[in-house]
């Protein structure tokens, strides 16, 4: 297994951690069980994304996908966030190993949990696209083989 | 400019010491003659071998060198013990015991042998890690064929009482394999005193060259090939043999007997001294394993609320070499099943390192250790929406 | 004061070119870690690692890395193989081909799936030492489930039509195997070319270091793994990776492959040579194989009235290493089931000398050679009943 | 396999090479097949034996125990070759690998056979003691292996 440069960058450096104290949506993926935890706050002004922080409990590539995606979404409109997919996260990160794919798709969730919430507490029609996380995150394969 | 690199690795492998070079060197372009061979060029290497394989029963304690057999690796060691005595023994019984603390290299013998018409009864261990004895008797049966219990663990270094097992299979005439390869090197080795029939060891993890292994056959106990072919060790391992290989297998085995009680002190005390400083600087940690019965050299601790490919990748980027406890196969979706089997909760395992010293180690780098895990663990709890979540439900 | 050695047995063995062990000596000491780790010293490993397995797959026309396994030695390739492809397919069947004049490694493979319920049907060969493929596809059946022939024989060196036989196979949906240890380095190979399933070779045959070996399994090819454990050659081969013997045996491979012509033409001209002088000054001699599908380095020749040990000592005594074409399995009473499977009656069989020419051979060692068969013939003839017993005849 | 320095020399140089021409016994054994045949000749005056010399195809071991068999039983009486065992052919030549006894076995059955040559030409009571080469050379695994 083996990280491009990008993905390492970000997992030392990841911007955006933290919590937004008075966030306008929240969303949480992922579980504890299988070793990935995503959770995303967005702060959203007339339909824009103003702020995005995450915390992350994960692997090098969980850690490296939410903070890609944070930097993607913010400043874009709900709608553009919406079409950030997990290609696209990897993409910015120049790949990923194939068992960590799991981590992009986990990251678009992310995303699309915090926005539903918001939606939810505004009151505004339902992201049809988000269906929550599936809780197996067998395919992350965030393990490396202990076999020595 | 090249990164100091210190290596808290060594349960993985190890490298080769020099002095264990030296004694393989002449082997690959000069004595390169094949044992096999009537003529002298062949008969040095004839007894280089016998030479070698008189070392390492000494170095075990076995009866007679012949009940040494050279293999290509632990894992083969394992599967040769392992199927072999299940093929010899089938009109028997179909029916193995092992544990579920095992290596992979015997737990997929087991499973392989369970597609084909074995049944394997997996013994559990305590919370500390421990298999035990009395629970391997109660799982003898008049078709148990074989027992196999690893002497000491890969993943928490917990030993297992091996002699007793060894006694109670005795006691119902079934046979008994021991995969030694963490043992081997690290803690004293006795094959006649254990009462073991078979023992597995693999190079590598004693300062010898990787692709080498041994297989401690009893005299007496006959089990099936796993290479079949020419007639080398004795018509029972077919391969021409790697001379340097198991040259150097030897040396290494020998310096570690040699070294054994100051090898052990020294582990000992690099091990102690970072498990006193990783307690005292950083909360909410968990030893796995039993304290007691455990290798010298291994440390394997729990750090809650991060995963441990993050705390691998920051002590990489300091120059800092271990391995993840929450480790499991890739693509499997569950952590290390030796630290499921002594109860730890996923999200624990998932955050667990194994630290294992080294002969190359120092206190120094055990101190550098500490300060880089007191700061990484920092950093990535401050990352994490569980430790948030834990420290407002504290609140 | 040490004699001048002359080799001359390459095909039991070579040594390891300086070149391959310069190639492998960093992995001994410096270069150790585990390729299965994350952290960086084990990445360079794995870099070495995959740069080894696609070199490999270059050097045998494969279509991709992915289609190269490393093992322990050539034995172990093969009964991976045989045995894999046995259990792997034995719902449809349990019918294996294969030639009376393979190596012990496939032979005593097939002998012992015989005992296990599989029915082994061995092609002949002719009196030149060749399989003929039409023996081949008379004898599959519908429940045959793997054909192994291997492509070189160690004795003779005669060399099989192993495409027409691949072609066969794949006709009839058939798994096919070679055993290439001997080719390997001395003709070329290429997989994609040939059309094999399988393919086996060990590293020392060709200036690579023992305890190396190879298995190459065409994409979509199934067979059960002979070593289980670990995740290392992709799930299909437990053990901690061999890193320095892995990153030798690529080296000997490509340096084979560079060379591969001037390497052909130089034993070939050493060969030829020596059968001359032979044949020009010994008489009531006879060459076992055909001389035209043949290895390039291999001469086996019968010595009528004389014993092939006595022969060896005499040459061993004189500096020169070969070896007999009269051995057999030690204790047992028949030579060569090789040579005896190409109608040689036994006491010429017992009379038979293999001679295997390689890189560092000279023309003046191979005229040393042809006179010191002379002397020695000469000498054992003059002690031998049968030769008196023939000359009586005679005059 | 490791032939002892008595055993090469009596291979290099072996002692009693050759025929006698107006032998008083002649004892062949072994087979071809097998790849071991001793061919014995006696000269034998006054019930002592005078000459002894043998022809050998065979391996090192069968040659080396052909010259040390006749060492032992020139000057002495014909009771006395009898009493020359395979085990005492063995000692002078200190030790045979365990494959090569049978070569020492055959050694002793060749004496035996020229001595009942001897006996039968000359109209004198058998020797109970030879029974004949059995044929079967297996044990004496004059040949090593060719697994490489
Ligand atoms: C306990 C145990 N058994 C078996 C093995 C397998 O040894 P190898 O990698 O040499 O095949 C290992 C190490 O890898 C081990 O730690
Ligand atoms: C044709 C053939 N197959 C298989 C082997 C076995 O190879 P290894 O000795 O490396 O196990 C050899 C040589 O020994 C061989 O010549």
Chains 1, 4 share one sequence.
Not at chain 1, 54 to 65: S, Y
Not at chain 2, 269 to 296: C, F, Q, T, W, Y
Not at chain 2, 375 to 381: D, M, P, Q, S
Request: hydrophobic residues 35%.
């Amino acid at each position: 297994m083996e990280y491009s440069e990008k993905v390492m960058d970000h997992f030392t450096n990841p911007r955006n951690v933290g919590e937004i104290e008075d966030a306008d949506g929240v969303g949480q993926v992922g579980n504890a069980k299988c070793g990935d935890i995503m959770k995303m706050y967005l702060k959203i002004e007339d339909g824009i994304i103003k702020d995005a922080k995450f915390k992350t409990f994960g692997c090098g590539a969980a850690v490296a996908t939410s903070s890609m995606a944070t930097e993607l979404i913010k400043g874009k409109t709900i709608k553009e966030a919406e079409q950030v997919t997990n290609k696209a996260v990897m993409e910015a990160l120049d790949g990923l190993p194939p068992v960590k794919v799991h981590c992009s798709i986990l990251a678009e969730e992310a995303i699309a949990a915090a926005l539903q919430d918001y939606r939810v507490k505004n009151g505004l029609e339902e992201d049809s696209r988000y269906t929550g996380c599936s809780g197996c995150c067998g395919g992350c394969g965030a393990h490396q083989a202990q076999e020595d | 400019m090249q990164k100091q690199i210190i290596y808290f690795d060594h349960a993985a492998t190890t490298y080769v010491k020099p002095e264990v070079f030296d004694a393989m060197k002449p082997y690959f372009t000069q004595e390169y003659g094949n044992p096999s061979s009537i003529y002298s060029i062949g008969r040095s290497n004839k007894k280089a071998l016998e030479e070698a394989r008189a070392s390492v029963a000494k170095s075990i304690g076995a009866a007679e060198p012949g009940e040494i057999y050279f293999t290509g690796s632990g894992s083969e060691s394992d599967n040769w013990a392992i199927k072999g005595a299940a093929f010899a023994l089938q009109k028997k019984g179909k029916h193995i015991i092992t544990s579920s603390i095992e290596h992979p290299a015997v737990l997929a013998t087991c499973e392989f042998l369970g597609k084909h018409g074995y049944e394997i009864t997996y013994i559990d261990v305590d919370s500390e890690g421990l298999v035990n004895s009395d629970d391997v008797e109660k799982a003898i049966r008049p078709d148990t064929v074989l027992v196999t219990i690893m002497m000491a663990n890969n993943e928490i270094g917990t030993i297992q009482p091996i002699k007793e097992i060894a006694q109670i299979c005795k006691k119902h005439g079934v046979i008994f394999h021991t995969d030694a390869v963490q043992a081997a090197g690290n803690i004293p080795i006795d094959v006649k005193d254990l009462g073991v029939d078979l023992l597995s060891i693999s190079g590598h993890k004693f300062y010898a060259p990787k692709g080498t292994g041994m297989l401690y056959i009893r005299k007496g106990v006959r089990i099936e090939s796993l290479i079949h072919g020419g007639h080398q060790e004795r018509n029972r391992r077919a391969g021409t043999e790697n001379i340097p290989g198991i040259v150097g297998f030897a040396k290494g085995l020998e310096l570690a007997n040699e070294n054994m009680e100051a090898h052990y002190n020294k582990l000992k005390n690099l091990r102690d001294r970072a498990l006193k400083g990783i307690a005292e600087r950083i909360p909410h940690i968990k030893v796995n394993g039993s304290m007691e019965k455990r290798l010298p050299g291994n440390l394997n601790v729990s750090f809650r609320f991060v995963e441990g490919e993050s705390i691998l990748l920051m002590l990489d980027m300091k120059g800092i070499k271990a391995s993840s406890g929450s480790a499991c196969t890739s693509g499997s979706l569950d952590p290390s099943h030796v630290l499921l089997a002594i109860g730890l909760p996923h999200e624990i395992a998932h955050g667990s390192l194994r630290i294992t010293f080294g002969e190359i180690n120092t206190e120094q780098e055990v101190d550098y250790l500490i300060d880089s895990l007191d700061e990484i663990i920092t950093k990535l709890r401050n990352m994490s929406p569980l430790y948030e979540d834990f420290i407002k439900g504290v609140e």
